[in-house]
């Protein structure tokens, strides 16, 4: 049989458990949430307004994950039943979300302030992502190159031309689709502006009305998933701050 030392430091270890696991668990299940709300308020709609919004519904679903974080891992409340916590744990609990979610208002601002920031995380998963969506096949059909098409003893097909569509953004996607319609297939590398040129002699072409408003759709797909990405990277910052705090609070 244990001593009352070893016993209470088994004890001491499984609520450690509890509290990793639970932290861990939070932070994987909040971005189910936070993807549904991207996807009903913020793809293919930004605005300052969708922002603010934004900011607000992450700051309730961090108060939410903190109040069963609590409830589970600080009461060992497995059931999570929230509606037992009280009104000054429930006010404090929302006042150490605030606080910590602070870091997630803060990152937005540098964001819209900076959206170059964006494309950090936009044209590295967003690119992976969207090319679980077909960018490659799009890719493939769309961009033209007269010099890999002279190679004989190659299949142009064999070639991946879906890294050009980190040349395309939110903001200029409209006027490469536009050129490309224009000049019906001529050179978008010819475009006046430097940072709209595709490299070496690639250029544009639609055969299908179909593929203009499915390449719209990837490139709105890639900016919202690499703003996705600094929200929810600094809402698990966040998260954590705020769940440490209450556990430190409680000890």
Same mark, same amino acid.
């Given at each position: 049989?244990?001593?009352?030392?070893?016993?209470?430091?088994?004890?001491?270890?499984?609520?450690?458990?509890?509290?990793?696991?639970?932290?861990?668990?939070?932070?994987?299940?909040?971005?189910?949430?936070?993807?549904?709300?991207?996807?009903?308020?913020?793809?293919?709609?930004?605005?300052?307004?969708?922002?603010?919004?934004?900011?607000?519904?992450?700051?309730?679903?961090?108060?939410?994950?903190?109040?069963? =974080?609590?409830?589970?891992?600080?009461?060992?409340?497995?059931?999570?039943?929230?509606?037992?916590?009280?009104?000054?744990?429930?006010? =404090?609990?929302?006042?150490?979300?605030?606080?910590?979610? =602070?870091?997630?208002?803060?990152?937005?601002?540098?964001?819209?302030?900076?959206?170059?920031?964006?494309?950090?995380?936009?044209?590295?998963?967003?690119?992976?992502?969207?090319?679980?969506?077909?960018?490659?096949?799009?890719?493939?059909?769309?961009?033209?190159?007269?010099?890999?098409?002279?190679?004989?003893?190659?299949?142009?097909?064999?070639?991946?031309?879906?890294?050009?569509?980190?040349?395309?953004?939110?903001?200029?996607?409209?006027?490469?689709?536009?050129?490309?319609?224009?000049?019906?297939?001529?050179?978008?590398?010819?475009?006046?502006?430097?940072?709209?040129?595709?490299?070496?002699? =690639?250029?544009?072409?639609?055969?299908?009305?179909?593929?203009?408003?499915?390449?719209?759709?990837?490139?709105?797909?890639?900016?919202?998933?690499?703003?996705?990405?600094?929200?929810?990277?600094?809402?698990?910052?966040?998260?954590?701050?705020?769940?440490?705090?209450?556990?430190?609070?409680?000890?």
């Amino acid at each position: 049989m244990g001593t009352p030392s070893n016993t209470n430091d088994l004890f001491a270890k499984n609520a450690s458990n509890n509290y990793f696991v639970g932290i861990l668990v939070a932070c994987l299940a909040f971005i189910v949430p936070l993807g549904l709300m991207y996807s009903l308020f913020f793809h293919k709609k930004k605005s300052s307004i969708r922002v603010l919004v934004l900011f607000l519904t992450t700051i309730g679903l961090g108060y939410i994950a903190n109040l069963m =974080f609590y409830r589970m891992a600080v009461m060992n409340d497995k059931d999570a039943q929230i509606n037992k916590i009280t009104g000054n744990d429930a006010a =404090f609990i929302f006042y150490n979300t605030l606080a910590g979610f =602070f870091i997630v208002g803060i990152t937005l601002f540098a964001i819209s302030v900076s959206p170059v920031l964006v494309t950090i995380f936009e044209n590295t998963f967003g690119y992976w992502f969207v090319n679980l969506w077909g960018a490659r096949t799009l890719c493939n059909e769309i961009f033209i190159s007269k010099s890999f098409e002279n190679i004989t003893n190659i299949d142009p097909k064999d070639f991946n031309y879906s890294f050009l569509i980190t040349c395309i953004d939110y903001n200029n996607v409209e006027e490469f689709i536009e050129y490309a319609k224009q000049c019906d297939g001529g050179t978008i590398s010819n475009l006046e502006k430097p940072d709209k040129r595709l490299p070496l002699d =690639f250029y544009m072409k639609f055969e299908y009305e179909d593929q203009v408003e499915k390449l719209r759709n990837l490139v709105y797909l890639k900016y919202t998933f690499g703003h996705f990405m600094w929200t929810y990277l600094s809402s698990i910052v966040a998260l954590f701050v705020s769940m440490i705090a209450l556990l430190m609070a409680s000890s």
